[in-house]
């Protein structure tokens, strides 16, 4: 069941000086992550729409192979001002014509120039969100492990 | 519905057998071969929802002709499309031996059916822009050309030779019956399919590849010259369209001589060709396709493939099969382990050789001489896909120019996509 993405990690994404990476794995298991500038909210607020721009991109057969057997993908986001969320979730549709794709094509082609094509309109639900801004995990770390760490940042002279 | 072969259900296994027995191949790939093979009707409200202002509701190829408010075919979440034929739901007897699927609308959204249940949600082909649009001499353009999501379809020869003479015609193909039921024109226009050539490229991000495909010309100097003369004409003329010297085209066509392939290699804009064998058996083939073994034979087709391969390279060369056509009585398999075995040895045979093979699924038209025999099983036809693509990957062949959006009606080849 998709989850609705808090109004932050939206704005991150909305952002064009966000940076965006997407990772997932091949038929076999082994990872591929590599940046996505085209990562955005849907039309409807709701899904990750993702622009993929080579046909024979490792990252168009990972997101195929989520796809078809329900794997998750990961999505993270950095805000230029040192916010970062993950998001996992699942690819559930792919444009490779029609309407979306013709109109993204046109978007693409305008923005990135004549040699620019585009191959897929990727559709993602997210799943889960989770800040990974490292304060934001270090508070989360020291409140449920609180005495997790290296002991001389324990020591009275550390405290000093 | 009547026609169903008795307790069909019962005597194999589901599709969601199938699928969970094969957790490596694309539950997409094996619905759209299930669908090919059993066929699909609509409900009111899925005709109804098939709006003729977005969606392709008319299609003239030489295998089907149909101007109705049913969608010519349909797509699947993951691109994957589902090249089938609509039957009339109204019809009262079972075409294809096994009750076919239902396309419904329900809650907003249309979706394929079986048994009642939901199988998969499906979308209709969107429908260029250029087929509302006419020639100069006043024909519809989408009689001219036809078109799947991302490709052309150019049949500039609406008939085939070999139905000229009795009994030599291929006995699973609908050629004949469906030139004969529509008096269309034989020949189409060069100038026709140009100008509609021309209008259709206009819409962005619409086209991957323009295929060219129709039945089999006999005539002329040497065997097939004719046939070769007209592609030669018309794939020069289309250059003048182009900016580059090879463009993604597809030539489906007779078996050609060393010559004749040189001639369309080095003369004009085609960079890929398939010669479809149909059968990888030699002593079906003999059967099923007399006349193809009487002018060329199935080693004589396997020879010119393997040259195709020398002329226009690597991943520039497949045959078709009609897969589940192998069972075809009297001369066909009765074992699906021996009709696999046998197959798969004998597409390793062109795989090894750079030809790739590209599966269709066996559709037993009501207007061939095999209508009333019954496709093999889901299972079969499954593991042959998969198979296939197991062949493919280990003699590292890739038909882009014949994959899941440039074509889309071949299972093995949907299964390269990861």
Redesign the interface.
Known sequence: MGIRLSEDLRTALRDPASLKVIAGVNRAGEPHVVFKEAISMDSEGRNLQCLELLETSQTNRNLTHSLWFQRKIAVNVLHPKGRSWQIKGLPVKVHISGPLFEEQYIAVRNRLGPEADLSAVWIIEPLEEKEQTYLVRLREERLHYPLVGHLDRFTRAFQC | MSGAAENWREKELSLREVVAAH??I???VIIKIDVQRRGVVFSQAAKDAADPARFAVTMRGIYEEKEDNIPNSL?L???TSIVCEPMDPDISVCPRGREPYLVEVRAGRTILTDLDQEVAEV?Y??KPRYFDCRTGSGKPMWQIVNAR??RLGIAMYQFCDFWRDAAQGCKFCAIAATFQKNKKDMLLSEDDVLETLAEALK????LRMIQLCCGSMLGGRNLLDDEVDMYVSLLTRMNALFNTKKVLTQLIATAYTEKQLRRLYDGTILSSYTADVEVLNEKIFNWLCPGKAARIGYQGWKERLFKAVEIFGDNHVNTGIVSGVEFAGPAGFTSEEQALESTLREAEDFLSHGVGVAQTIWQTRANTALRRQLPPSLEYLTRLAGGLDNLQRKYNVNT?FDDY?TCGNHPNTDLS??
């Open positions: 957790p490596q694309s539950p997409f797509l979440n993951d691109g979308e082909w969107p999501p991302q819409q962005p991000g619409r882009f959006r996509r990861i």
